[in-house]
């Protein structure tokens, strides 16, 4: 699982936060890719697709949710 990210985002850390704990509940990885530093370096595409509504969950290199995490849905996902 991934979250895109961006620095100073208050939701985004929180959702980080939320994933985490999940994540050790539930027992998948978790990465987080902030966009505007993979724009940086390069890699404009994350940032151009969803840097308007993030924080976005990425389920399987697809989007799950934004803004917040839908904890409910993203629990029969992965049952």
Not at 39 to 42: I, N, P, R, S, T
């Given at each position: 699982m991934?979250?895109?990210t961006?620095?100073?985002?208050?939701?985004c850390a929180r959702v980080y936060a939320r994933?985490?704990?999940l994540a050790g509940e539930l027992g998948f990885d978790l990465t987080a890719t902030d966009v505007d530093a993979a724009?940086?370096?390069?890699n404009t595409a994350p940032r151009a697709e969803y840097g308007d509504r993030l924080?976005?969950?990425?389920l399987d290199g697809r989007e799950h949710s934004y803004w917040e995490l839908d904890e409910d849905r993203?629990?029969?996902d992965l049952a």
């Open positions: 991934e979250l895109l961006r620095a100073g985002c208050a939701v994933l985490g704990e724009a940086a370096a390069g924080p976005v969950v990425l993203l629990r029969a």
